[in-house]
């Protein structure tokens, strides 16, 4: 989708600037690395699917602490409520889910989805880019570093056992999956014959200088025309809300597939809501949308595969607990994580929730994090893949034996 540029930070930047001439406001690039295929020793053929929200999502606008005392006024105008039109979906007495997420809501009560709520990684500033190389680097604090944690993770699997295809989606390859792997980009919105012409002109390059990435520029054009079929093309008037389901569509359809991907990573962006950002209704209603739509396909699209699916939503922070001037959150803090799939222990809202009164306020504004992002993710992938928490600590997530995989998640 195109990026809002309501954010200062977001005005200077060349890659967002660049990324909304690529994109148009509709279209995704794709990228695949496709090594050798293995199936699980343990008879499970798991997926995981890692869904990065750029931009900073507003946790308690996603999952509102309705009996938080403090949350009403808090988020005033905004704020969800359990009554009138639009009302907040209930997931317990505590908490309600944004009523534009009915598909997740439905998840949660086949206990097929959870929340994990004040969570936030362990980066304490608000700038976007820092926040967002944390996240996917996996790192304690920004670095430039070009590698991911889930393309670390990726190379930790046992390879005699274990299944190592990956698919990435987003405008480029994801810090999170990125690394020394090469790679291929395809577009499940429509390859432009440009450019598929440029990736065999590619593949002709590097026949003889680089077979083995030039195979790896054949297996993504093939990927490419796999993924579009009739059902694949942006209609008219297509919107971002749109382009979330459509490309969840055809990473489903190449995820599902007996020799398809098993890791993936998915990037939307336009989630920086400091202005009108709505309450049930309005422009973050239209994104989570969107993202519901989303995770819908990918039920649907995996198929069978979807018992043993994994889906992670993360964001870089949160927002401010309290409503701006303009009727949006700035840059805060805690924020939540989603989880969705067959495989996860779902229909609960995990949280040690530290509360909104001023004084419970993280530097006075933000939503406090209890609960590091890290441990959220080191538990999916312990409890999917198998990793041992050492290479957990040490690799994937460098110096963060303090943060303990999370148990019980998947399973």
Request: proline content about 7%; charged content about 20%; glycine content about 12%.
């Amino acid at each position: 989708m195109a990026p809002t540029l309501d954010c200062c930070e977001g005005l200077r930047s060349p890659a967002i600037s660049r990324r909304g001439v690529l994109l148009g406001g509709a279209s995704f690039a794709a990228w695949a690395y496709l090594p050798k295929f293995a199936r699980a020793a343990d008879g499970r053929d798991p997926r995981l699917v890692v869904v990065i929200l750029r931009g900073a999502l507003d946790g308690l606008a996603t999952v509102a602490p309705i009996g938080d005392p403090d949350y009403a006024g808090l988020h005033g105008a905004i704020a969800l409520a359990l009554s009138g039109p639009n009302a907040a979906l209930p997931l317990d007495s505590f908490f309600a889910l944004h009523p534009a997420m009915p598909e997740l809501a439905r998840m949660y009560r086949e206990k097929k989805a959870a929340v994990i709520h004040a969570a936030a990684t362990s980066y304490r500033d608000r700038s976007h880019f820092d926040g967002q190389d944390v996240l996917e680097s996996g790192f304690a604090g920004p670095g430039r570093v070009q590698s991911g944690w889930l393309n670390r993770a990726l190379e930790g699997l046992p390879r005699a056992e274990r299944v190592t295809s990956a698919l990435a989606v987003g405008p480029t390859t994801p810090l999170v999956l990125r690394g020394a792997a090469p790679t291929v980009g395809w577009a499940p919105v429509a390859l432009p014959q440009a450019a598929e012409d440029t990736a065999m002109r590619l593949v002709e390059l590097y026949q003889h200088r680089d077979p083995a990435l030039a195979g790896a520029l054949k297996q993504g054009i093939a990927l490419d025309k796999t993924a579009q079929g009739d059902d694949m093309k942006p209609k008219p008037g297509t919107n971002g809300a749109g382009a979330m389901r459509l490309v969840a569509r055809g990473a489903a359809k190449l995820m599902a597939a007996d020799d398809g991907p098993r890791i993936g990573a998915l990037a939307f962006d336009g989630w920086d809501t400091h202005a009108n950002e709505g309450g049930p209704v309005g422009r973050l209603a239209q994104l989570l949308g969107g993202l519901d739509g989303a995770l819908a396909e990918f039920e649907t699209g995996m198929g069978p595969r979807w018992r043993d699916t994994a889906i992670v939503v993360a964001t870089e922070f949160g927002r401010t607990a309290r409503i701006n001037g303009t009727q949006g959150t700035d840059h805060g803090t805690g924020t939540l994580a989603l989880l969705a799939g067959g495989a996860v222990k779902g229909g609960r809202v995990i949280a040690d929730w530290p509360g909104l009164k001023p004084a419970n306020l993280y530097q006075g504004r933000d939503l406090a994090p209890t609960t590091d992002l890290r441990a959220v993710m080191k538990g999916v992938l312990k409890d999917q893949f198998g990793l041992a928490d050492r290479v957990l600590a040490e690799t994937v997530f460098p110096d963060s034996s303090a943060a303990k995989p999370m148990q019980g998640l998947v399973g």
